[in-house]
């Protein structure tokens, strides 16, 4: 199980409280697929991605980057258990997506990075210690299921 | 490789923090220092508080070589070379490349810290593709 010290757990929630999960989701998803186009070959069927602007007004990506960031919610609100809340979503990653575990580590990064943009001079380093362990975290509960 | 393209949108991003390179430099480090403790390892001989001098030095010396490789992206290898000896035989730095990815994403955070909506999609795919070769010119002699 994670050990988060009080002072971490606030500063994910102080973060998350200001978070549209809508906007950051659908920007760190789209970034995803324009900094690593290698990623779009799980997206094969979200239509046009031939471009950078053309993959940020994608309505589909749109639609599943606020899914996966909203799924994001779920391991703040269980910080303590996020190995069980991520468990499903593991088996699914693994056996029906065939994603490459490596995968969550670089959206995690990139949500980080969105995150600062949002944030500018508040996302601190404490902030950023704080996400990048939280994003560790989700990175290593959806592999866990792997096989 | 990075197109004509990534070399405009590095150099554009690279304008914007012309005048705050020591602030960059240093906030880099000591996010990295912050966010990845086992970074701290390479530096036993400094004193990595919040706001030392040794950090905002080191800081600048890191965003200067940073913008020397900026100012010759068609030949990277030549213009680190010295760096690239320094990091394979003297620092060795381990693994080669994956600390300097964690160096590379802190002065992302950094970058898109200060430069908000203005570090665009576009943008932080060029940074992350020159960061990326400026690590791997690093790397380049380690065996």
């Known amino acids: ?147 | 490789m990075l197109t004509c393209e990534d070399k405009k949108l590095i150099q554009a991003v690279w304008e914007k923090v012309a005048g705050c390179q020591e602030e960059v430099g240093g906030e880099t480090l000591e996010r990295m220092f912050v966010t990845y403790p086992q970074t701290k390892t390479y530096f036993p001989h400094f004193d990595l508080h919040h706001g030392s001098d040794q950090i905002r030095c080191h800081g600048k010396k890191v965003v200067g070589a940073l913008g020397t490789a900026v100012k010759n992206l068609d030949n990277l290898s030549q213009a680190l070379s010295e760096l690239s000896n320094l990091h394979a035989y003297n620092l060795r730095v381990d693994p080669p490349c994956f600390v300097l990815q964690l160096l590379a994403q802190c002065f992302q955070v950094v970058l898109a810290a200060h430069l908000g909506k203005d570090y665009t999609p576009e943008k932080h795919a060029a940074v992350d593709k020159f960061m990326s070769a400026v690590a791997a010119v690093l790397a380049e002699k380690y065996r």
């Open chain 1, 1 to 147: 199980m994670v050990h988060w010290t009080a002072e971490e757990k606030q500063l994910i929630t102080s973060v998350w409280g200001k978070v549209n999960v809508e906007e950051c989701g659908a920007e760190a998803l789209a970034r995803l697929l324009i900094v690593y186009p290698w990623t779009q070959r799980f997206f094969s069927n979200f239509g046009n991605l031939s471009s950078p602007t053309a993959i940020a007004g994608n309505p589909r990506v749109r639609a599943h980057g606020k899914k996966v960031l909203t799924s994001f919610g779920e391991a703040i609100k269980n910080l303590d258990n996020i190995k069980a809340t991520y468990s499903k979503l593991s088996e699914l990653h693994c056996d029906k997506l065939h994603v490459d575990p490596e995968n969550f580590r670089l959206l995690g990064d990139i949500l980080v990075i969105v995150l600062a943009s949002h944030f500018g001079r508040d996302f601190t380093p404490a902030c950023q210690f704080a996400w990048q362990k939280l994003v560790g975290v989700v990175a290593h509960a959806l592999a866990r299921q792997y096989h």
